[in-house]
């Protein structure tokens, strides 16, 4: 990473070097440029900071006479390289039209169910969920929502009528990305049926036949659809 040091511009000169120290042992340095000088402050860039954790880091000022000043205030910062695994995902019931589980919505901004584990997420993790590559949907975390290990994601449109393949995905605080969810197929449909068309079947026409006259109470009547 890189670390931000700011010093008192009439105490050091340029050329004067800055450290960067993890333990006692200096993981970054730099020379002070005359940019550096007149703003007060330098980046200096830290070499690997080892094993995932907690870090305290210092920073110390050398002059050109070699004196070292006193370390600053420890900075402290947690090192995590470790994605989440990938989650799961399934459309909700309120979102799944007709028949539940076979896959198919009339609802073009469906609910998505997003399971994780729990013990790899935080508050303030992002969910993204996406189709054709594209991200359609995002949700950041509650506290609630990442000890459950489930969120409810809403997306935008997903546009024309057809198969639709969505992925998932969650990125950490520290900006590690999981692995895309094994993909969910949902065919989206929003166009009805014609109406059909109702006819007395002929055995229950009495009387002139297609004149919709009948003398039977219960008759039977046809339903013609494509």
Do not use: H, W, Y
Not at 53 to 72: E, I, R
Not at 119 to 126: E, K, T
């Amino acid at each position: 990473p890189l670390v931000n040091v700011s010093f008192a511009r009439e105490q050091v000169s340029l050329n004067s070097k800055v450290n960067v120290l993890l333990s006692g042992q200096i993981v970054g340095s730099k020379f002070i440029t005359g940019n550096e000088l007149a703003a007060g402050s330098a980046q200096v860039a830290v070499a690997n900071l080892g094993a995932d954790g907690s870090k305290a880091l210092t920073a110390t000022l050398v002059d050109l006479a070699g004196n070292v000043s006193g370390s600053s205030p420890a900075i402290s910062l947690a090192l995590d390289r470790v994605a989440p695994s990938a989650p799961t995902l399934a459309l909700t019931c309120a979102s799944d039209s007709g028949l539940k589980g076979d896959g198919l919505t009339k609802i073009d901004t469906p609910s998505l169910r997003v399971s994780f584990v729990a013990s790899q997420v935080s508050a303030g993790n992002v969910i993204s969920v996406s189709s054709g590559g594209q991200v359609i949907g995002t949700k950041s975390l509650s506290a609630p929502e990442a000890n459950a290990g489930v969120a409810q994601v809403t997306v935008s449109s997903l546009g024309a009528d057809g198969m639709k393949s969505l992925t998932a995905s969650i990125a950490d605080r520290a900006g590690n990305i999981s692995a895309a969810s094994t993909a969910l197929q949902i065919s989206l449909d929003r166009t009805p049926p014609n109406a059909p068309l109702l006819n007395l079947v002929a055995s229950s026409d009495t009387g002139i036949s297609d004149d919709n006259i009948t003398s039977d109470a219960t008759p039977q009547i046809v339903a013609v659809f494509n």
